[in-house]
T-cell receptor
Framework: DTAVSQTPKYLVTQMGNDKSIKCEQN?????MYWYKQDSKKFLKIMFS???????INETVPNRFSPKSPDKAHLNLHINSLELGDSAVYFC????????????FGPGTRLTVT | QKEVEQDPGPLSVPEGAIVSLNCTYS??????FMWYRQYSRKGPELLMY????GNKEDGRFTAQVDKSSKYISLFIRDSQPSDSATYLC???????????FGRGTSLIVHP
């Protein structure tokens, strides 16, 4: 009965590789987000999707590309991984076009070597 | 200066103590204030959110907002070892659902 799930939980890869992280929510929400939490624990928004459409795209390198095949899924694809991409990536969702009540997934810990 | 400042701690207290967690901010446009709890290796979980100034209580948790001082607090009464986690404050301007987070305060409640 997991509300927001992410796969994989851990991802270790080498510089230059391309990788994807998947997110799914079963809450019936129409807005989904990607956040990055760095080593100092700061949590920053990367992207926000509402009804499969991108509504917010913060200053993120274009190596990062989100894809939302439907309202329940939001994937993150990262090209040409760099050392600085190492972080924990969280997916979140909220209802009704956006809300202050966001529900977070368990996170994907990405390590780039 | 970051928009939201939060002491990372750790804050260590004995079981049963009253805990006070705080954040200061610089953007006077913030109107919505949230507190999230994050256990180790887990995602943040929303505890409470408040609009504008005032107090809000939910069980052992009380959130306070003082907009004139740009200062928010979360109080935990009768703290338990299960409260040990990182507490993140977050805040948004009106009409934006994208919060600006503090870096979190690590709380340790020892038996």
């Amino acid at each position: 009965d997991t509300a927001v799930s992410q796969t994989p939980k851990y991802l270790v890869t080498q510089m230059g590789n391309d990788k994807s992280i998947k997110c799914e929510q079963n809450l019936g929400h129409d807005t989904m987000y990607w956040y990055k939490q760095d080593s100092k624990k700061f949590l920053k928004i990367m992207f926000s999707y509402n009804n499969k459409e991108l509504i917010i795209n913060e200053t993120v390198p274009n190596r990062f590309s989100p894809k939302s095949p439907d309202k329940a899924h939001l994937n993150l694809h990262i090209n040409s991984l760099e050392l600085g991409d190492s972080a924990v990536y969280f997916c979140a969702s909220s209802g009704t076009g956006g809300s202050y009540e966001q529900y977070f997934g368990p996170g994907t810990r990405l390590t780039v070597t | 200066q970051k928009e939201v400042e939060q002491d990372p701690g750790p804050l260590s207290v004995p079981e049963g103590a009253i805990v006070s967690l705080n954040c200061t901010y610089s953007n006077s446009a913030f109107q919505y204030f949230m507190w999230y709890r994050q256990y180790s290796r887990k995602g943040p979980e929303l505890l409470m959110y408040t609009y504008s100034s005032g107090n809000k209580e939910d069980g052992r948790f009380t959130a306070q907002v003082d907009k004139s001082s740009k200062y928010i607090s979360l109080f935990i009464r009768d703290s338990q070892p299960s409260d040990s986690a990182t507490y993140l404050c977050a805040m948004s301007v009106g009409g934006s659902y994208i919060p600006t987070f503090g870096r979190g305060t690590s709380l340790i409640v020892h038996p």
